[in-house]
Nanobody, 125 residues
């Protein structure tokens, strides 16, 4: 099992940067694919980014590609999301997730077995 706690959200202006952190505990973290999802008010939770167990590969949604960077530090049991050039449409609750071995695409929310409680990001125009 994996337990996840996000932090680093806040209120910023358009064009600013934020760095989200996800602290993980549990014996399966270092072997798990990790991801960030986000959920805006009244909308579904959607994929943002994912990273392989060793950090060698990342994948981003088109809406954040080139602006967000996901990374992990397995020695510290941490996952990060560096968000630059933030836009008002990035406003959402951001969730950290740990993957499973289900035969699903890594962008699919049902691939992920464990979720954090979320951290709010608000970008004002």
């Amino acid at each position: 099992q994996v337990q996840l706690v996000e932090s680093g959200g806040g209120l910023v202006q358009a064009g600013d940067s934020l760095r989200l952190s996800c602290a993980a505990s549990g014996r399966d973290f270092s072997s798990s694919v990790m991801a960030w999802f986000r959920q805006a008010p009244g909308k579904d939770r959607v994929f943002v980014s994912t990273i392989t167990w060793n950090g060698a590969s990342t994948y981003y949604s088109d809406s954040v590609k080139g602006r967000f960077t996901m990374s992990r530090d397995n020695a510290k049991n941490m996952v990060y999301l560096q968000m630059n050039s933030l836009k008002p449409e990035d406003t959402a609750v951001y969730y950290c997730a740990a993957g499973s071995s289900r035969p699903l695409p890594l962008t699919h929310r049902d691939y992920y077995s464990y979720w954090g409680q979320g951290t709010q990001v608000t970008v004002s125009s």
